[in-house]
Structures are given as C-alpha cells and as structure tokens.
C-alpha cells in the first residue's frame, strides 16, 4: 500500500508523461489510453520486442485489477514527483489523484528481469539456488534460454523464468525510486493537474535560488 495514501477517500496521487497530442484524445474521448502505436513511436525497432513483454505484464495485471475490454497496454506512472519524468516541449505530465484499487504497483527493478527474459529470485538464498541448478543443468549462458535459435531446447528453463516474473508484484520495501504504479487508462475525472515545460523548468528554478538563498544566508551568518 502506497504509504501518501489519504485514508478518508482511499485515493493516491500519480504521476505520468504523455505525448502533448494526448491532451486532445483527453478532451474529445474523456479517457487516454495506451495503443499499439504509442509502442512504435516510442520504442521504434524494439517495439515487437517490447509489446510481447507488455502482453504478459497486461495478462498478469489482470488478474490483480480487472482490464477494462477496450484497454490495450497499461499507463505507467511515477509514485512520487520526484522520480517523475519531466516534461518535455513534446509531452505534458498529468497529475493524477486516483483510487488505489485501480493501482498496480510493481518494482522497476524486478521488471528489468522480465526485460532481459532472467529468472526473479525470492532472495539471495534462492538466487545461489538457482545459479546452482543452472550450473548443475550445464547451463553456462541463461540469455539462450529466450534466443528464437536455441529457445525450442529449453521449454522447461522458460517455464521457470516466466513463473518467477510474477515476483514483480511484490514490493520487499516502499522505494519512490524503484516503486511504480500503473493504470488502465486515464479518465478526465482523474486530472488533478497538468504540468507544462515550463511549469516544471521555473519552479525548479525557483528550488534552486531558495536553496542558493539558505546556503548564503547560513555562510555570512556563520562566518560573522
């Protein structure tokens, strides 16, 4: 559970980046959502490698919070403005307050795993485990497991990589940097806010010459 939850209304604020043109889709449709071509503009020669994974990612979402019938890929999202990314000339960010029970938290880093097609470990008990079973099965190179070439040999490592993925659901500690939340899609009522460029460059601006202030201040008063 999102610790900056607010208990009375159950609800959470997020953070997420979108293309510029999703403003549009927001006030004709009411709702964003995320289609296969939001894939290729943004993952361009990867894209068939990385719409495979975001298939298992969306059958294994599912099982957590129900996918609506016309929702096609998750909305990722940051849980904290810090480790949101920033907006762009290109993008906006929108700041949603949303309830958790639409939320799927996952961890970033266990999702890397699942980029790279490796096994998960429970811990590093388990994970000397399985480093051992593959050594003990001759295995020295684990990357074959998923190549198009070799991958027909290894019906059964797949099986035992893919089963640990679901492991990504699990958060060990709350982390705004490794922590992220994804959504089915964005409804009009969700916005709090929307961030601009130009939002985000003056008020961070703005931080810096506050903190250029203080550090000042603290100089002269304690060199006087």
């Known amino acids: 559970m999102n610790p900056d939850r607010n208990p ?6 997020l953070w997420t980046r979108q293309d510029i043109r999703s403003l549009e889709e927001l006030k004709m449709n009411g709702v964003i959502r995320i289609t296969p071509q939001h894939l290729k503009e943004k993952f361009e020669e990867i894209t068939d490698y990385i719409a495979s994974l975001y298939s298992w990612f969306v059958q294994a979402a599912n099982q957590r919070v129900p996918k609506p019938a016309e929702v096609m890929f998750p909305v990722w999202c940051s849980v ?6 920033r907006p762009t000339e290109e993008t906006v960010v929108y700041v949603l307050e949303v309830d958790e029970s639409e939320v799927i938290y996952f961890d970033s880093v266990k999702w890397d795993y699942v980029l790279n097609h490796l096994y998960i ?4 008990d388990d994970a000397q ?5 593959m050594r003990r099965r ?9 190549d ?14 893919m089963n640990s993925w679901s492991r990504i659901f699990e958060i060990d500690q709350w982390d705004i940097f490794r922590v992220q939340a994804n959504l089915w899609e964005i409804r009009n009522g969700m916005v709090k806010s929307i961030l601009y460029q130009q939002d985000v460059v003056s008020n961070e601006h703005l ?3 506050r903190k250029f202030d203080v550090q000042a201040d603290t100089f002269y008063n304690g060199n006087r």
């Open 138 to 146: 001759g295995h020295r190179d684990v990357y074959s497991f998923f």
């Open 129 to 133: 485990t399985y480093r051992e079973e």
């Open 80 to 85: 904290s403005e810090a480790n949101m990314l």
């Open 8 to 13: 009375a209304s159950g609800k959470v604020t």
């Open 148 to 161: 198009h070439k070799t991958a027909h040999f290894y019906a059964r490592e797949r099986t035992e990589i």
């Open 121 to 124: 470990p429970k811990d590093s």
């Open 207 to 209: 931080k810096n010459e």
